[in-house]
């Protein structure tokens, strides 16, 4: 089987690889001419565990190459970005009409086209299919067109593309079937066929469950800051209940999904979607919160006010620890913040390469607050006698709740759940 799959990011590349794992002739198209030189050259862009080593493995056996343009092949899968128009907070679809309209030369009847960009509802039956009915098709007779959203976790992608179960949408039941039947290669996971708007709308609201928890959870920080509660202690023992999860607060909610996908709901019926707008709301406005709490922080220590500005030890700017993926990051806002506010601000990720960065001494030396902002596995187990030696004012705000507690009495950890510890 030939595939080829339009756009070579954190989705479309992990697919190819796998679908060249076991024996297909796969063709990566990305319109950056870096990527598709660094690719073919099996140079990665994206950091993901196992992805270089079945990239390797790919190349050598002949089954993946990179392209600009692309080929003939029997199944092409559009793994696009799409982000929200500013207008209204909307799907923009332009990249992926864009990738559709660029595989109509190379299609022939009895091809399949997956969509697996996350879209909202509807848009593969209103927007999608009438492009493939102009060019003179008949879906689902000799073009079949699905809608497959994937459903991964950074840092787990190769693992969970192959093993989670996947949602097939076609336009037709025959459409689902030739969708199911490309995913079989490697899925190992139950393969649930249903229709393309069912698809769209399950996998945007998969996202907003979640937005929604977190959004609680935020919401919950606030009001047991403002009371004089543990927010964390409330969180694991609510969670002791049998049908309770609470999801863990934080600086904010990034990546391409939570933070962008529940708007594709909330722009198609604004006035019924009111408690999705309030999360997102809500979510957004945690970078401010945290601003103001690093405020009352250091208004709070002795001598603070004698320095003219402040430095602040940003620790993350990675959304999701352990990876190198900023986008919609909340620890970017946060840091805009910070600096409007007067801080000099210094900032350390060990995921992330920015010629702006700077390694963790530099960033600590000097500092009168560090600030955790991406739960990655080295800013568990800070090196305290480092921070005691170089800070001014050896104090780490944790928003993401994750630095082990400090026996030290030199060295004070606040988190969501002790905000009022000066």
């Given at each position: 089987m030939k595939v080829c799959i339009i756009g070579q990011g954190y989705i479309g590349l992990p697919t190819a690889v796998l679908f060249a794992d076991n024996g297909c002739e796969v063709v990566g198209v990305d319109i950056n001419p870096n990527i598709i030189n660094s690719?073919?050259?099996?140079?990665?862009?994206?950091?993901?565990?196992?992805?270089?080593?079945?990239?390797?493995?790919?190349?050598?056996?002949?089954?993946?190459?990179?392209?600009?343009?692309?080929?003939?092949?029997?199944?092409?899968?559009?793994?696009?970005?799409?982000?929200?128009?500013?207008?209204?907070?909307?799907?923009?679809?332009?990249?992926?009409?864009?990738?559709?309209?660029?595989?109509?030369?190379?299609?022939?009847?009895?091809?399949?086209?997956?969509?697996?960009s996350t879209i909202a509802p509807m848009s593969t039956n209103k927007i999608i299919k009438p492009i493939f009915e102009k060019a003179g098709f008949e879906i689902g007779k000799d073009l079949y067109l699905a809608h497959c959203p994937?459903?991964?976790?950074?840092?787990?992608?190769?693992?969970?593309?192959?093993n989670n179960d996947r949602i097939v949408g076609g336009i037709t039941p025959r459409c689902s079937n030739k969708a199911a039947e490309v995913y079989e290669t490697f899925v190992k996971g139950k393969i649930m066929k249903t229709e393309a708007k069912t698809a769209e709308m399950s996998k945007c609201m998969e996202n907003t469950f979640r937005d929604v928890n977190i959004a609680l959870a935020n919401e919950l920080t606030k009001i047991c800051s403002k009371i004089g509660v543990n927010s964390l202690d409330v969180i694991e023992l609510a969670n002791k209940h049998p049908r309770v999860n609470i999801h863990s607060p934080g600086p904010g909610v990034g990546g391409h999904c939570l933070?962008?996908?529940?708007?594709?709901?909330?722009?198609?019926?604004?006035?019924?979607?009111?408690?999705?707008?309030?999360?997102?709301?809500?979510?957004?406005?945690?970078?401010?919160?945290?601003?103001?709490?690093?405020?009352?922080?250091?208004?709070?220590?002795?001598?603070?006010?004698?320095?003219?500005?402040?430095?602040?030890?940003?620790?993350?700017?990675?959304?999701?620890?352990?990876?190198?993926?900023?986008?919609?990051?909340?620890?970017?806002?946060?840091?805009?913040?910070?600096?409007?506010?007067?801080?000099?601000?210094?900032?350390?990720?060990?995921?992330?390469?920015?010629?702006?960065?700077?390694?963790?001494?530099?960033?600590?030396?000097?500092?009168?607050?560090?600030?955790?902002?991406?739960?990655?596995?080295?800013?568990?187990?800070?090196?305290?006698?480092?921070?005691?030696?170089?800070?001014?004012?050896?104090?780490?705000?944790?928003?993401?709740?994750i630095v082990k507690n400090n026996e030290s009495k030199d060295l004070i950890v606040i988190n969501y759940g002790n905000l009022d510890i000066l």
């Amino acid at each position: 089987m030939k595939v080829c799959i339009i756009g070579q990011g954190y989705i479309g590349l992990p697919t190819a690889v796998l679908f060249a794992d076991n024996g297909c002739e796969v063709v990566g198209v990305d319109i950056n001419p870096n990527i598709i030189n660094s690719l073919n050259s099996c140079e990665l862009h994206i950091e993901e565990p196992g992805l270089k080593e079945k990239l390797e493995l790919a190349i050598n056996n002949k089954r993946y190459s990179a392209s600009l343009n692309p080929h003939k092949s029997d199944v092409f899968i559009i793994t696009v970005p799409t982000p929200n128009n500013i207008e209204d907070l909307s799907c923009d679809l332009s990249y992926v009409i864009s990738a559709c309209e660029s595989i109509i030369p190379c299609l022939e009847k009895e091809n399949i086209v997956i969509i697996e960009s996350t879209i909202a509802p509807m848009s593969t039956n209103k927007i999608i299919k009438p492009i493939f009915e102009k060019a003179g098709f008949e879906i689902g007779k000799d073009l079949y067109l699905a809608h497959c959203p994937e459903r991964v976790l950074p840092g787990k992608i190769i693992e969970e593309l192959i093993n989670n179960d996947r949602i097939v949408g076609g336009i037709t039941p025959r459409c689902s079937n030739k969708a199911a039947e490309v995913y079989e290669t490697f899925v190992k996971g139950k393969i649930m066929k249903t229709e393309a708007k069912t698809a769209e709308m399950s996998k945007c609201m998969e996202n907003t469950f979640r937005d929604v928890n977190i959004a609680l959870a935020n919401e919950l920080t606030k009001i047991c800051s403002k009371i004089g509660v543990n927010s964390l202690d409330v969180i694991e023992l609510a969670n002791k209940h049998p049908r309770v999860n609470i999801h863990s607060p934080g600086p904010g909610v990034g990546g391409h999904c939570l933070a962008i996908d529940p708007y594709f709901i909330y722009s198609l019926a604004p006035d019924e979607a009111k408690m999705i707008k309030l999360a997102r709301d809500t979510n957004n406005s945690m970078p401010k919160f945290v601003v103001d709490k690093t405020k009352e922080i250091l208004e709070n220590i002795d001598g603070i006010k004698t320095i003219e500005a402040p430095k602040i030890g940003i620790l993350g700017v990675a959304y999701k620890g352990n990876t190198v993926d900023t986008r919609e990051s909340p620890s970017l806002i946060c840091i805009e913040l910070l600096k409007k506010e007067g801080f000099e601000i210094a900032i350390h990720d060990p995921h992330v390469e920015d010629e702006n960065y700077c390694s963790f001494e530099e960033c600590i030396k000097d500092a009168s607050l560090c600030i955790v902002l991406s739960d990655h596995d080295e800013f568990k187990n800070l090196d305290y006698d480092l921070m005691k030696e170089k800070m001014r004012n050896p104090i780490i705000f944790d928003t993401k709740n994750i630095v082990k507690n400090n026996e030290s009495k030199d060295l004070i950890v606040i988190n969501y759940g002790n905000l009022d510890i000066l």
